[in-house]
């Protein structure tokens, strides 16, 4: 996963390739971050740009559903005052969602000649791992890039957004169950502004003592401010860290210095722990922003190639109660090497 | 029970719990507090607590009444650096070089030379975190870690025909002049002042030393930088060096009035700080102006710093910076002096007066002499021809 600059989209776009893009408005001012970049793409012949809208039946808030659909039908309007070929595809979320349906998308949109960028800003974490697994594939499409834009800032009065037990994407089972599968393993944290779900993961773990723990400390680049502020929303687990386990606190100031880093300690934990060793589990907790969920996935093809057991922690989910970002800030790409 | 003088000033008329809520003081403060429980401040001695809340009581005590709800409230807005996050820094540098370089950390090593600004360790930090190894195989990496005595260096090969044999300093030479990569590592940059002046001088030695094509890429590496001292670095060298640094601190983080700003030709910015109070952060100016009438600018031991800083005050940090950093090993003077300053024993006995600052600050420039690197740059710029003629035997 390697980082591009957003402003040279231009140059990753090949003539003789088609492109296809697939974006996310919903009320979120930074989900229209790639789309702005999109637009902007001058002199680019094969463009299709496939509108996604999430619509849940059971979760509604009206006026974050209005919301969305003015920014939806925004999104729309733009492309189609640009000529740039759009297609809509609604997606039932979260209920009756399926890994099935983003396989359908790759049916119907994708092959193995198409260069596929993906909007990850404002996509939920088990859509964006069954992206991860659908389109990482052998031969699913030919390049694969994701953007990712983060807000300006979060509310400041936020309500829980995630209650009840913890459980692991990969294996669906809930991670208390899993932690007694096992006798030892590491625990990596890339815990949330917020600061809960780190602590609940973290509490889970401590439980056993042959885990070791990592904590993944963002330290933004261009904003100290925001950083300070989610390190004191986890001062409790980072407390715990410096007394319990404090070498292993990382700090990273990108989210491609945050992947490099996991790469790291991935591949220290191969020549630690090495196919031999049973009863060893590698819990990823990517509670942070949310291309390192991206950076988790491969990190867990990586150590399953390896024959380590692996699982990625996901908080159950509940729809959010107020609008979840506000602003737009920057938009960043990554490009993801699918031979590797 | 017995209040402390904190829980007196939270409790007066105007702090209430409200003020305390919006502030975020109680989580601030305990960020702070757990910060430096386990990277601890490192100019403190021993009769300083190690306790932050007991430090900024002491400092308080010196600080009138009306000003302390406001002082406490800045003491919150500190931003503590510790050596994890700037150990942590270095390897994020090392491996945004890398990925310069097309990820191949071989090459990087091998063709890099690094020069550090002021150099206090930084370079074996850099090589001890990223394990690198041979840093003191003197073929593989030269002894020379400053721009300054890289140029004592040539002006001494230059000047003196004996010291054309000395093996010493032609392997110094020889080392740098054989890599591809000049890297130039800072911890900080707030005003820009020293890095600008050490850019300067390396992007000359390197134009005295290679010709248009074959000339090293010079590689400047920042832990923390302001975006005044980036703007000033872009507008100057632009595209004659890359600049790397793991974190921006801008204008918006700045406590100055507003005279600083229309000097700086620049609109007075929303403040991040205070949680964006304007009332705040025109408060705490108002602090810092007492603070410096009263204290900073009337200290004899500081009148060569303000002279040279061209202000008529230094109540707001070197060149009118006005961060509230604190990195663990020391403050710099960039940041407000109502963090770092002690009054010297002179003014203490001119004045009859004393603080204590909650980030006591070391003083690495006193006098604020130079190194003499510029008369000597001066005189091998004069002799460049045959400076470089010589050289090329060496490449």
Known sequence: MVEIEINNLSKEIDNNVKHVFFISPNYEDRSMGFLNHIVKLKNIKDIEVVVLKLQSQNYKVDILDDLKTNMYNYAIEILKKTKISTKIKELAYPDRYTIKAIEHLKRDYVNKDKHVIFDFSCLPKAIILDVCKTFFAKDACKKFSFTYSSPQSYPKIRHPQAIGEMKGMLTQKSISRLLDEYENGTLINFPSDLGYSGQLISDQVAKYTDFEQYLFIYMRRRSPLHSFDAMAGNSNLLSEAHKEWRNNIINHFSIQDGYRKLRDIIENIKSKVGSSTKGYLVLLAPFGPKPLIVGCFIMSEILKKSEIDVEIVQESSFQYSSVYSIGLDKTYLFKIDLIN | ?395
């Open chain 2, 1 to 395: 029970m017995q209040q402390t003088l904190i829980q007196k000033i939270l409790a007066k008329q105007g702090v209430n719990s409200e003020y305390i809520d919006t502030q975020n003081l109680i989580s601030k403060l305990s960020l702070l507090e757990l910060l430096q429980k386990y990277e601890r401040y490192m100019c403190l001695d021993s009769s300083h607590s190690t306790k932050y809340i007991k430090r900024i009581e002491t400092s308080l005590q010196f600080i009138p009444e009306e000003y302390q709800k406001v002082a406490l409230t800045l003491f919150a807005n500190v931003f503590y650096v510790g050596e994890s996050i700037l150990s942590d820094a270095l390897v994020y540098l090392f491996k945004e070089i890398v990925a310069l370089h097309d990820d191949n950390e071989n090459h990087v090593v091998n063709s890099m030379h690094i020069f550090e600004v002021d150099p206090s360790g930084l370079i074996e930090s850099f090589f001890r975190v990223n394990k690198i190894v041979g840093r003191l195989d003197s073929e593989t990496f030269s002894r020379c870690k400053s721009v300054g005595e890289f140029i004592t260096n040539l002006h001494n090969y230059m000047s003196c025909a004996k010291l054309q044999n000395n093996a010493a300093l032609i392997s110094n030479i020889k080392g740098l002049l054989k890599k591809d990569i000049w890297i130039l590592l800072t911890d900080f940059s707030f005003s820009g002042t020293s890095l600008k002046s050490e850019i300067d001088k390396l992007v000359k030695l390197r134009d005295i030393c290679f010709t248009q094509s074959k000339r090293p890429k010079i590689i400047v590496c920042v832990q923390i930088i302001s975006t005044k001292s980036l703007e000033e670095i872009n507008n100057k060298f632009g595209d004659e060096i890359h600049l790397v640094y793991a974190q921006i601190y801008n204008d918006r983080l700045r406590i100055v009035p507003k005279q600083v700003w229309k000097n700086e030709g620049k609109q007075l910015p929303q403040s991040l700080l205070f949680e964006q109070s304007n009332k705040i952060y025109l408060e705490v100016v108002e602090l810092c102006k007492w603070f410096g009438s009263e204290y900073i600018d009337r200290d004899p031991d500081h009148a060569i710093t303000l002279k040279h800083g061209q202000r008529s005050t230094l109540a707001f940090g070197y060149k009118d910076c006005g961060f509230t950093i604190i990195p663990q090993r020391n403050a710099p003077s960039n940041s407000l002096p109502i963090l770092w300053y002690t009054p010297s024993k002179k003014f203490q006995q001119e004045n009859n007066k004393n603080y204590i600052p909650p980030f006591p600050r070391t003083t690495s420039r006193v006098n604020q002499s130079t190194s003499g690197d510029k008369t000597h740059l001066e005189e091998i710029e004069k002799n460049k021809k045959e400076l470089r003629k010589s050289l090329t035997l060496l490449k």
